[in-house]
Each structure stands twice: as structure tokens, then as C-alpha cells.
């Protein structure tokens, strides 16, 4: 499976951006983030049918993981941003349904988009 995440930039503290990952097939999808100099974390997964989700306690209340499958795409949106949001976003996928939450369940990788919240 091939994984494409779109959609960082710059924004003030509070901002909103949504990030977008093209991935076709049955696969969970999850989007991780990797600030500087510290580890790849889990920020949000998604099962195929996209009644199942898992939002991490750090971003719960102010981004929400969603998809269309019809488009083949998997949608971060990310409101309230804070300067502890800033990091390389990816999105991944595994091949079954559970929504894993360690970067070693995954294995397919997209590159990343960066993400920079000033203050």
C-alpha cells in the first residue's frame, strides 16, 4: 500500500490544519508524530469501516481522525493547536483491524508532513 500525508504548514497557537493521507485498501490508519528529539507517538488510528477510532488523551477534545473511503482518504483535523503540537506528522496503515498504538504494529509508512505552531 502506498501512503501520502498532505497538508502541514505554519500556523499561530490556536489555528486549526487538517492533514490528509491518500491510502487505499482495508487498513487501519493511524497518524503518528515525531517532535524533535523525541520518540514517534501515536496520535490518532481509524479501522477501515471508520466506526472504530482511537484518539490520544494529549489531542482528544481538538483533533478528530476520519475517512472516505470512496476518496481513499484519511483526514487528521486538528483545531486549537498548541507550540506542543509542533512535529513531523505521518500516517500509516496495518492489515488488520486492530487499532494498534505502537509504531512497531504498522507496516506501511508515508512519508511526513511537518507541522509548526508558533506562539
Known amino acids: 500500500v502506498q501512503l501520502q500525508a498532505f497538508g502541514g504548514g505554519l500556523v499561530q497557537a490556536g489555528g486549526s490544519l487538517r492533514l490528509s493521507c491518500a491510502a487505499s485498501?482495508?487498513?487501519?490508519v493511524g497518524w503518528f508524530r515525531q517532535a524533535p528529539g523525541k520518540e514517534r507517538e501515536i496520535v490518532a488510528a481509524i479501522n477501515w469501516s471508520g466506526a472504530g477510532t482511537y484518539t490520544a488523551t494529549s489531542v482528544k477534545g481538538r483533533f478528530t481522525i476520519s475517512r472516505d473511503n470512496a476518496k481513499n482518504t484519511v483526514t487528521l483535523q486538528m483545531n486549537d493547536l498548541k507550540p506542543e503540537d509542533t512535529a513531523v506528522y505521518y500516517c500509516?496503515?496495518?492489515?488488520?483491524?486492530?487499532?494498534?498504538?505502537?509504531?512497531?504494529?504498522?507496516?506501511?509508512w508515508g512519508q511526513g508532513t511537518e507541522v509548526t505552531v508558533s506562539s
Open positions: 500509516a496503515a496495518r492489515g488488520d483491524s486492530y487499532l494498534a498504538r505502537t509504531v512497531s504494529a504498522y507496516e506501511y
Open positions: 485498501g482495508k487498513y487501519v
